[in-house]
């Protein structure tokens, strides 16, 4: 099971902190996080291996957002910093059976999202 937390109501320049706490026995080799915007798909924001190492950023967020895991807590975390209007949409957490983490259609499991709303 996967929960995600931290979403909420922000202006643009300010910051979040995304947590996805994870719990049950499951596989996998990666996490990541993807956001999905009305109207759109979801779309890769970052990953990161299990052990915690290896971090990748869309484009998009590079620079903005970094992503980090407790292993002891077993919790995926997401800082973001100043947002943008278009970081808008619901962010999931998810885990992957591949190492490459950007491939949506290679995760096993994904938490029910947490919305992100960044006025301007």
């Known amino acids: 099971q996967l929960i995600e937390s931290g979403g909420g109501l922000v202006q643009a320049g300010e910051s979040l902190r995304l947590s996805c706490a994870a719990s049950g026995i499951f596989s996998g080799n990666a996490m990541g996080w993807f956001r999905q915007a009305p109207g759109k798909e979801r779309e890769f924001v970052a990953g990161i291996l299990l052990a915690g190492t290896n971090p990748g950023y869309a484009h998009s967020v590079k620079g903005r957002f970094t992503i980090s895991r407790d292993n002891e807590q077993n919790t995926l975390y997401l800082q973001m910093n100043n947002l943008r209007p278009e970081d808008t949409a619901i962010y999931y957490c998810?885990?992957?059976?591949?190492?490459?983490?950007?491939?949506?259609?290679?995760?096993?499991?994904w938490g029910q999202g947490t919305q992100v709303t960044v006025s301007s």
């Open positions: 998810g885990v992957t059976h591949s190492t490459r983490y950007s491939l949506r259609g290679q995760y096993m499991y």
